[in-house]
């Protein structure tokens, strides 16, 4: 491995020591070397606490060294005074003259002013290297400040013949019907409390009742997002039990309540892009859809989506809900599950 490729790489695994808890902020990682030996090392861990670049130069001892150091940066150090003041300045102040940087920031404060910053103080600057690592790290910070608007992931199961729910009538014949096991649940609760939004639409509300949260797993439950037209669902919905912070988009009006939040849109044209302004204009970077299939075929329609998760069962329902199937699929990522390591209980 080339040796910038090398250094990076260490940032990009230090960035991820910060995964959960720098929300807002992206996950980031920095390294300063000194003849070809680490001599700090650092991570964002937390909004609002020191940025990379700062625990790493904290951490070197021989502060004398840093003009004649290295100092490698998983994305560009920032220009601006936001909760912490920039580092691109610290950087210039440290003496150091080497800057390897993963990627540009894509915040409008920053983008690209803190390369600017170092350049202007004399300082050798490379950009771009493992770009592609670097961004994906960050993914929905990414998509949020590049296309603003959220990641957005769908999320099904489908019967080994296509089918994402199985007809009314067999349902009620049947009895619960699972598509996988249940392992399933505890891997789509992790998910769950990966992302800062969850949305379904009124039809899965109707028939499943889903809570949307994360029971079944240690971490926060993100924002609900409702589909709710006419504000038609039951407010015995557990949806509506007030626990966690729930937004409802809908046609109608209605009173804000504890937890409980409602945007209006229009739902007879381009609701999926709505849905999306709405998402980005409160904070949320990433969204993870659960159905059901009319709400997940509106995004797919609309090209709105970024990732796919799929879990094939064993189980054939011979009729049914058809799962949603996948147009203009690259250059997006799709991951199938398969056999019977993933369940979904579709409840009766
Ligand atoms: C860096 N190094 O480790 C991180 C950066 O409010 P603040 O002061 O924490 O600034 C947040 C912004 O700073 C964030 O949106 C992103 O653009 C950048 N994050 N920059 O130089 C870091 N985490
Ligand atoms: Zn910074």
């Not at 797993?217 to 924002?223: E, L, R, V, Y």
């Not at 709505?274 to 969204?287: F, K, R, T």
């Not at 009729?319 to 979904?344: C, E």
């Amino acid at each position: 491995m080339k040796i910038h490729e090398k250094y990076m790489a260490r940032c990009l695994q230090l960035a991820k020591n910060g995964l959960g808890t720098t929300y807002p902020n992206p996950m980031v990682g920095a390294v300063i070397v000194h003849n070809e030996k680490i001599i700090g090392e650092g991570w964002h861990q937390k909004a609002g606490e020191p940025h990379a670049e700062v625990h790493a130069i904290n951490r070197v001892h021989a502060k004398e060294v840093l003009k004649e150091s290295t100092i490698y940066v998983s994305l560009e150090p920032c220009s601006h005074f936001g909760k912490t003041p920039p580092c691109s300045d610290l950087i210039i102040a440290s003496g150091i003259k080497k800057v390897i940087i993963g990627s540009v920031d894509p915040f409008a404060a920053v983008a690209g002013r803190g390369i600017k910053k170092l350049l202007d103080a004399g300082c050798e600057v490379v950009v771009g290297v493992l770009e592609e690592a670097c961004k994906i790290l960050n993914k929905r910070f990414f998509t949020f400040h590049n296309q603003k608007r959220p990641y957005v992931l769908l999320k099904w199961a489908e019967s080994n013949d296509g089918f994402i729910a199985p007809n009314p009538e067999d349902r009620k014949n049947r009895g619960p019907v699972w598509i996988t096991t249940p392992a399933s649940r505890q891997i789509v609760h992790k998910w769950r409390a990966e992302e800062m939004a969850i949305l379904t639409g009124t039809n899965t509300v109707k028939a499943d009742n889903p809570a949307l949260t994360t029971r079944d797993w240690a971490g926060p439950s993100p924002t609900r997002i409702i589909l709710d037209r006419k504000l038609r669902l039951a407010k015995s919905s557990a949806v509506f039990d007030g626990k966690r912070p729930t937004l409802v988009i809908t046609e109608s009006e209605a009173e804000d309540a504890h937890n409980l939040k409602y945007a209006k849109a229009d739902f007879k044209k381009d609701l999926p892009r709505q849905i999306l302004d709405i998402l980005y204009a409160e904070g949320l970077q990433s969204v993870i859809i659960e159905g059901g299939a009319k709400t997940l075929a509106s995004f797919i329609e609309a090209g709105l989506w970024d990732e796919a998760r799929i879990f094939k069962g064993n189980v054939n329902f011979i009729r049914g809900v058809a799962a949603p199937r996948l147009v203009n699929s690259t250059p997006r990522k799709v991951f199938s599950f398969t056999g019977d390591q993933l369940a979904i209980h579709y409840n009766v």
